[in-house]
């Protein structure tokens, strides 16, 4: 692998203001960039008012972030909250709403380029693919520092040169990225089949997208 798995009992940084909200240094993270157009804001508007009234039948009042709300909730029903809503928010992605300008191979291009720059360098590099409005990765940091600030580096290089390219301005990405920690081998090869199948889920055809398998 290219990283270790989450070790609940090593030091863990979590934020629940700022992505990554969990950064564990050394360990395998599963992360989601969209663009900034790919999920419409009523859909989102919609989430949010079903997410609140999803807590409320479980007594839980929401007076601040949902990850808060989530932490007064039992471990499995926490667990049953984010696999729903992830689930809703990975259907939505896979209808490829927006603009889907990294359907365009120079566009995904510069995306893969910026992922695998700096690879065995600031950090390890797995299986990725670059969708038409977002982009699903492996990828191991050595520090939980070092993440952050390479999830900032790489919005905003490739928004730069996707702007460039396009003659466009302004946010291509929304703004902050899912992540998820790797917990056990069989998550990772799950992770894996995920990325390599996620083209074929969402009914793209080859040059629709830029899929990477790690050596």
């Avoid at 729903?84 to 359907?103: S, T």
């Avoid at 730069?160 to 291509?172: L, M, P, Y």
């Avoid at 089949?193 to 830029?210: C, R, V």
């Amino acid at each position: 692998m290219i990283g270790e798995l989450f070790d609940p009992q090593a030091d863990l940084h979590i934020d629940h203001h700022y992505r990554a909200h969990w950064s564990q240094a050394g360990a395998i993270v599963f992360v989601t960039f969209r663009s900034k157009d790919s999920i419409p804001r009523e859909v989102l508007h919609r989430w949010h008012r079903e997410k609140i009234a999803w807590l409320e039948r479980k007594g839980i009042r929401v007076q601040g972030d949902f990850e808060s709300a989530l932490s007064r909730l039992p471990t499995d029903d926490a667990n049953a909250f984010r696999k729903y809503f992830n689930h809703q928010r990975e259907i939505c992605l896979d209808q490829c709403l927006g603009r889907c300008l990294l359907r365009q191979p120079r566009l995904a291009q510069i995306v893969a380029d910026s992922l695998l720059y700096f690879d065995h360098d600031r950090y390890r590099m797995g299986d990725f693919v670059v969708m038409p409005n977002h982009v699903h990765l492996l990828v191991a940091f050595q520090s939980e520092q070092r993440m952050r600030q390479q999830f900032d580096s790489w919005l905003h290089w490739t928004a730069t040169q996707i702007n460039r390219a396009t003659g466009g301005s302004g946010h291509f990405w929304q703004e902050e990225p899912f992540d998820h920690l790797v917990r056990s081998n069989e998550q990772y090869e799950y992770l894996r089949g995920y990325i390599h199948d996620n083209p074929i889920k969402a009914g793209l055809n080859p040059g629709e997208y830029f899929y990477r398998k790690a050596p």
